[in-house]
């Protein structure tokens, strides 16, 4: 009887979690509007890497990343699920995570920071990142 119930439930986990790798990712960078909506989105992906930039509009060096951060969720938006957060906008996000200089790029998994990138990198140095975190 033991041995259906451990098997039962190995069928279960099984399930659940082919369930959790098949949801579908966000098909365009996601524009984060309040702290609850950056909450959800981490714990509706917790096995997904989360790459977050954070910016402002009146941020030379994140205007000249925005086109690269486009770039690179136009290449890899099947392996991440990027995010952009306007530290003007959502302030307690960018608190949160110690975000003292923009842009940022911050690389979260199952709530934890993975890496953190203070500046703005180029196409290829983003790249090199992307495929080793892939």
């Known amino acids: 009887m033991q041995k259906v119930d451990s098997e039962l439930e190995m069928l279960r986990m099984k399930r659940a979690k082919t369930l959790l790798n098949s949801q579908e990712m966000p098909k365009n960078i996601v524009e984060i509007k309040s702290a609850e909506e950056f909450e959800k989105l981490l714990k509706d992906y917790p096995n997904k890497i989360v790459i977050i930039d954070f910016w402002a509009v009146w ?69 090199q990142i992307l495929e080793k975190l892939k």
């Open 59 to 127: 941020c030379g060096p994140c205007m000249f990343f925005a086109p690269i951060f486009k770039k690179l969720h136009e290449e890899y938006e099947k392996d991440f699920i990027f995010v952009k957060v306007n530290v003007d906008e959502n302030n307690a996000i960018a608190v949160n995570y110690r975000i003292t200089g923009i842009p940022t790029t911050l690389f979260i998994k199952n709530g934890d920071v993975v890496n953190k990138i203070v500046g703005a990198l180029n196409y290829e140095q983003m790249k």
